[in-house]
Nanobody
Framework: QVQLVESGGGLVQPGGSLRLSCAAS????????MGWYRQAPGKQRELVAA???????NYADSVKGRFTISRDNARNTVYLQMNSPKPEDTAVYYC?????????WGQGTQVTVSS
């Protein structure tokens, strides 16, 4: 059983910056992928960015060049640095950890981009 706890969401102005964190605990298989997904009202949940335990990253086209995903394997923590956010980035952001044994989700954190 893996538990994920997100933090760092809130209100940010367009062009500002925000960093999300997600700490994993429990029985974590070493080879895994951690990622951030988001879901806006009336829309499907979509991948924002993901990073493997080896450091390989993947980004949605809409956030490339603005958002950066990173992880600290020693702390089982993944981060999402959001630079120059836009109003269309407003959503609930969910942390995910996936391995051959798990597919776990956090409770979600609201990010609102507005002036």
């Amino acid at each position: 059983q893996v538990q994920l706890v997100e933090s760092g969401g809130g209100l940010v102005q367009p062009g500002g910056s925000l960093r999300l964190s997600c700490a994993a605990s429990g029985s974590i298989f070493g080879r895994n992928t951690m990622g951030w997904y988001r879901q806006a009202p009336g829309k499907q949940r979509e991948l924002v960015a993901a990073i493997t335990s080896g450091g390989v990253t993947n980004y949605a086209d809409s956030v490339k060049g603005r958002f950066t995903i990173s992880r600290d394997n020693a702390r089982n923590t993944v981060y999402l640095q959001m630079n120059s956010p836009k109003p269309e980035d407003t959503a609930v952001y969910y942390c995910n950890l996936r391995s051959i044994f798990d597919n776990s989700w956090g409770q979600g954190t609201q990010v609102t981009v507005s002036s």
